[in-house]
C-alpha cells in the first residue's frame, strides 16, 4: 500500500465504494484515484498530512491554484474538484467528518460546447451510396455503423454485444452500460433482418467468443480497429472534426429531437443517468431553429 493510502485510508475504501457499490469503470475508478493520490501527495507535502477532519478549503483552494498555475485545464480542473466533492460527501455518509471543506469551493467556469453530429443527408449518403468491401470485414463494418447510428450505444456497448442480447420476439437490443445498468433499445425491421443475416453467416468462431460481431479470424472487435473504421467511412461524407464513433451517438441523440422526440425517452435510449445529460441535444435543436429562422423569416 503506497504512503498516500496509509495516510489516508479513507481514499481505499472511497475507491471500493465506487468500484463494488456504485459499480463504476475501472476506467472512472482509475480517475478518481489519480486526482484524489495527487490532493493527499500535495496535503502530504505542504500541509504535513493533516487529519481528514482537519482539511480546509482553503488547502483544497490553494491546492487548485497551484493546478492553474501549472497549466492544468479548467475542464481538468473541474474533474479533479468534483472527484473531492464526491469523497468529502461520502465521508460525510460514513460520520467521518461533519461538514464538507468542499462547500465553499468554486470552480472555473467551462464554456459548453455543443456536440457535434453528422447531417442526415450525409448519414443517408453513408448507407446508401457508400461501398463497402464485398466481405466479411465490409459486411461487418457496415452494419456496426448502422448499429451505431440505429441505437446511440457507446463504442464499449457495442463490441462486448453477444448474440443473445439480441430479441427478436420483442424487437429490441438489451445493452449493459455504465454502472452495469441494463437498458432495452427498440430496433426496426430492417435492423433486426440485417443481424439476423449477419449472425447465419458468422465465420467459424474461437472457442471461448461468443460476441455479436467479431472479425474475419472469429476474434472479438477491438476498440481501436472500430474506431479506425468509422473515422475511415465518416471522413468520406463529412468534414467535422470528430469522426468517432461518439459523434454517431451524438447524430443519433440529435436527430430524435430535431424530429420531436421527447426529452426523457432520448434519456432512456441513451442510458444516461441524469436529465441534465441529455439537456445538451436540446441546444443542438434550439440553434437549428435560430437557423431556419435567420432564412425564412423577413425580419430576421
Given at each position: 500500500?503506497s504512503?498516500?493510502?496509509q495516510n489516508?485510508?479513507?481514499?481505499?475504501l472511497?475507491?471500493?465504494?465506487l468500484q463494488?457499490?456504485k459499480?463504476?469503470s475501472?476506467?472512472?475508478?482509475e480517475?478518481y484515484?489519480?486526482?484524489l493520490e495527487?490532493?493527499f501527495?500535495?496535503?502530504?507535502?505542504?500541509?504535513?498530512t493533516?487529519?481528514?477532519s482537519?482539511?480546509?478549503a482553503?488547502?483544497?483552494?490553494?491546492?487548485l491554484?497551484?493546478l492553474?498555475?501549472?497549466?492544468?485545464s479548467?475542464?481538468?480542473?473541474?474533474?479533479?474538484a468534483?472527484?473531492l466533492?464526491?469523497?468529502f460527501?461520502?465521508q460525510?455518509k460514513?460520520?467521518?467528518?461533519t461538514?464538507s471543506?468542499?462547500?465553499?469551493i468554486s470552480?472555473?467556469?467551462?464554456?459548453?460546447?455543443?456536440?457535434?453530429?453528422?447531417?442526415?443527408d450525409?448519414?443517408d449518403?453513408?448507407?446508401n451510396?457508400?461501398?463497402f468491401?464485398?466481405?466479411w470485414k465490409?459486411?461487418?463494418?457496415?452494419?456496426?455503423?448502422k448499429?451505431?447510428?440505429?441505437?446511440?450505444?457507446?463504442?464499449s456497448?457495442?463490441?462486448?454485444?453477444?448474440?443473445?442480447?439480441?430479441?427478436?420476439?420483442?424487437?429490441q437490443?438489451k445493452?449493459?452500460?455504465k454502472?452495469?445498468k441494463?437498458?432495452?433499445?427498440?430496433?426496426s425491421?430492417e435492423?433486426?433482418?440485417?443481424l439476423?443475416?449477419?449472425?447465419?453467416?458468422?465465420?467459424?468462431?474461437?472457442e471461448?467468443?461468443n460476441?455479436?460481431?467479431?472479425?474475419?479470424?472469429?476474434?472479438?472487435?477491438?476498440?481501436?480497429?472500430?474506431?479506425a473504421f468509422?473515422h475511415?467511412?465518416?471522413?468520406l461524407?463529412?468534414?467535422i472534426?470528430?469522426?468517432?464513433p461518439h459523434?454517431?451517438?451524438?447524430?443519433?441523440?440529435?436527430h430524435?429531437m430535431?424530429?420531436?422526440?421527447?426529452?426523457?425517452?432520448?434519456?432512456?435510449?441513451?442510458?444516461?443517468a441524469s436529465?441534465?445529460?441529455?439537456?445538451?441535444?436540446?441546444h443542438?435543436?434550439?440553434e437549428?431553429?435560430k437557423?431556419?429562422f435567420k432564412?425564412?423569416?423577413?425580419?430576421?
Amino acid at each position: 500500500m503506497s504512503e498516500t493510502h496509509q495516510n489516508y485510508p479513507q481514499l481505499h475504501l472511497f475507491l471500493n465504494y465506487l468500484q463494488f457499490e456504485k459499480r463504476y469503470s475501472l476506467n472512472t475508478v482509475e480517475a478518481y484515484r489519480n486526482d484524489l493520490e495527487q490532493f493527499f501527495l500535495y496535503l502530504t507535502n505542504e500541509y504535513e498530512t493533516p487529519l481528514l477532519s482537519d482539511i480546509k478549503a482553503t488547502f483544497i483552494r490553494s491546492w487548485l491554484a497551484t493546478l492553474k498555475g501549472e497549466g492544468i485545464s479548467s475542464k481538468s480542473i473541474n474533474r479533479k474538484a468534483s472527484s473531492l466533492k464526491s469523497f468529502f460527501k461520502y465521508q460525510l455518509k460514513l460520520g467521518s467528518i461533519t461538514t464538507s471543506p468542499m462547500i465553499t469551493i468554486s470552480t472555473p467556469k467551462i464554456k459548453k460546447r455543443l456536440p457535434e453530429f453528422v447531417l442526415e443527408d450525409n448519414l443517408d449518403t453513408l448507407f446508401n451510396h457508400v461501398e463497402f468491401p464485398d466481405n466479411w470485414k465490409g459486411k461487418t463494418e457496415s452494419l456496426v455503423l448502422k448499429l451505431f447510428y440505429s441505437t446511440g450505444m457507446r463504442l464499449s456497448e457495442l463490441i462486448n454485444l453477444l448474440d443473445s442480447n439480441i430479441d427478436f420476439q420483442n424487437s429490441q437490443i438489451k445493452v449493459l452500460g455504465k454502472g452495469s445498468k441494463l437498458r432495452n433499445i427498440p430496433l426496426s425491421n430492417e435492423m433486426l433482418d440485417l443481424l439476423k443475416s449477419y449472425i447465419s453467416q458468422k465465420p467459424k468462431i474461437i472457442e471461448g467468443i461468443n460476441n455479436l460481431f467479431i472479425n474475419e479470424d472469429g476474434k472479438k472487435l477491438q476498440q481501436r480497429s472500430v474506431y479506425a473504421f468509422v473515422h475511415h467511412y465518416l471522413s468520406l461524407i463529412t468534414t467535422i472534426k470528430k469522426r468517432s464513433p461518439h459523434i454517431l451517438r451524438h447524430s443519433f441523440a440529435t436527430h430524435l429531437m430535431n424530429n420531436g422526440a421527447d426529452l426523457n425517452a432520448v434519456k432512456e435510449l441513451l442510458g444516461h443517468a441524469s436529465l441534465a445529460s441529455t439537456q445538451v441535444y436540446t441546444h443542438n435543436n434550439i440553434e437549428m431553429l435560430k437557423d431556419i429562422f435567420k432564412k425564412a423569416h423577413p425580419k430576421a
